[in-house]
């Protein structure tokens, strides 16, 4: 489908790979109309849905849902420092290779469980395309964020005999530098982003998602706005 009705569902957690996905599903795709889905499923981080929020007025999009899944958080806090109740929340360099290859930050089934709940929506709105923010650097640690996964959970939804959703991850193979360059372009305030997985005022720049970012910005060459402790 092209011209002024080729929707797109995309999920928005409010951090900088997704804010600039959404910018680039509404400007660069020129999808319309594109409808946001986020999840509280009790992060730590909660305060990226309030920067969810922002983007997705910024980015035009047609409708912005927060799904509340906090009933995951108590199941799931056994298995993951990223929820309120679970282990705290580590510092990069404390981990080791074996560690990184699946982090305590690592939450059981996430991508999973919210593509499945977008696919859903999607296909109860006829839209045919479910966009997420994996990028090529989450793959070290996180299997739902892989081009397997993606394909294998494709081929699952393939099934559908009649209205078949598929899932889009077209930052699978870019660093997160290069999803910085691209955000830059498509002028998203990354100020209006969050990453950090301890959620306090300010950014901890220890923990892994705070040292991946600044990274990312130092490689781009641009300056990350974000006040950090």
């Not at 999840?39 to 849905?49: F, M």
């Not at 929020?53 to 906090?70: C, F, L, V, Y």
């Amino acid at each position: 489908m092209s011209g002024l009705f080729n929707p797109a569902v995309v999920l928005l957690s409010g951090g900088l790979d997704s804010s600039v996905l959404l910018h680039h599903v509404a400007h660069d795709l020129n999808r319309r109309p594109v409808y946001a889905i986020s999840y509280d499923y009790g992060q730590r981080h909660a305060r990226e849905l309030e920067c969810a929020r922002w983007q997705a007025e910024a980015a035009g999009a047609a409708q912005h849902r927060i799904i509340d899944m906090t009933c995951l958080g108590p199941m799931l806090k056994g298995g993951t420092a990223l929820v309120e109740g679970g282990s705290e929340i580590p510092d990069l360099d404390t981990l080791d290779d074996a560690q990184r290859a699946q982090p305590p930050t690592y939450v059981p089934n996430r991508n999973m469980m919210l593509l499945a709940i977008a696919a859903a929506y999607a296909e109860a709105q006829g839209v045919q395309e479910v966009f997420y923010g994996a990028q090529a650097q989450d793959e070290y640690g996180y299997w739902d964020c892989t081009t397997d996964f993606v394909t294998r959970l494709n081929h699952t939804l393939a099934l559908n005999r009649e209205r078949p959703v598929r899932i889009q991850a077209p930052f699978v193979e870019t660093s997160k530098a290069g999803i910085v360059r691209r955000g830059v372009e498509l002028g998203v305030a990354f100020a209006r982003t969050w990453s950090c997985y301890r959620g306090a005022a300010r950014a901890c720049g220890r923990c892994p998602t705070c040292v991946e970012r600044l990274h990312a910005f130092e490689e781009a060459g641009i300056a990350d706005p974000l006040p950090y402790e």
